[in-house]
Antibody
Framework: QLQLQESGPGLVKPSETLSLTCTVS??????????WGWIRQPPGKGLEWIGS???????YYNPSFRSRVTIFVDTSKNQFSLKLSSVTAADTAVYYC???????????WGQGTLVTVSS | QSALTQPPSASGSPGQSVTIYCTGT?????????VSWYQHHPGKAPKLMIY???KRPSGVPDRFSGSKSGNTASLTVSGLQAEDEADYYC??????????FGGGTKLTVL
């Protein structure tokens, strides 16, 4: 059974960079026909697409984040990671990693991790 | 990339049916037959309930069904049960390896 687990600091200071890693177990990240993505949910709000990456390293970002976000993959560790720079309180959210089908359907999700932006 | 539009809440009594609508544009819902629905209980990972408008993953009860007309998709839950109470999100492929979500609908079983 494929499992995804997010990890990283739960507290980030304003203007700093948020960094999260998703570890994939029970399957390889090196597969065709799927890519790997990040989705977030601010408190009291809906889900928001951040971006995704193929194992080859090709990444795609929501234009709302494009100038601040980087997603990269480490196939040797079966992990992919998110960096979001210049964070503000508005970036406080539960961050999920997910496996995505070729038509961007998240079919496996991590449990999510809460990241709070506060000084 | 604007969020898809969902009603903030819906409700029904046990055994009844309830339908949740999700409205997008010709660039997402109307342009592709790749609408999905997720059930989300707070504190848990979202669960895929419907994909490609009307298909159910293995293990999802046939009480859950989906459809689409033009730029609007819908999720119908028949024979409501207490455990169906959750937040429901729609999503659609929006091109360029990207998706877009709806704002979510809180389903209450009365």
């Amino acid at each position: 059974q494929l499992q995804l687990q997010e990890s990283g600091p739960g507290l980030v200071k304003p203007s700093e960079t948020l960094s999260l890693t998703c570890t994939v177990s029970g399957g390889s990240i090196n597969i065709n026909n799927y890519h790997w993505g990040w989705i977030r949910q601010p408190p009291g709000k809906g889900l928001e697409w951040i971006g995704s990456i193929f194992y080859s390293g090709s990444a795609y970002y929501n234009p709302s984040f494009r100038s601040r976000v980087t997603i990269f993959v480490d196939t040797s560790k079966n992990q992919f990671s998110l960096k979001l720079s210049s964070v503000t309180a508005a970036d406080t959210a539960v961050y999920y990693c997910a496996r995505l089908t070729m038509v961007a359907v998240p079919d496996y999700w991590g449990q999510g991790t809460l990241v709070t932006v506060s000084s | 990339q604007s969020a898809l539009t969902q009603p903030p809440s819906a409700s029904g009594s046990p055994g009844q049916s309830v339908t949740i609508y999700c409205t997008g544009t010709s660039s997402d819902v109307g342009g592709y037959n790749y609408v999905s629905w997720y059930q989300h209980h707070p504190g848990k990972a979202p669960k895929l309930m419907i994909y490609e408008v009307s298909k159910r993953p293995s293990g999802v009860p046939d009480r859950f069904s989906g459809s689409k007309s033009g730029n609007t998709a819908s999720l119908t839950v028949s024979g409501l049960q207490a455990e169906d109470e959750a937040d429901y999100y729609c999503s659609s492929y929006a091109g360029g390896n990207m998706g877009v979500f709806g704002g979510g609908t809180k389903l209450t079983v009365l």
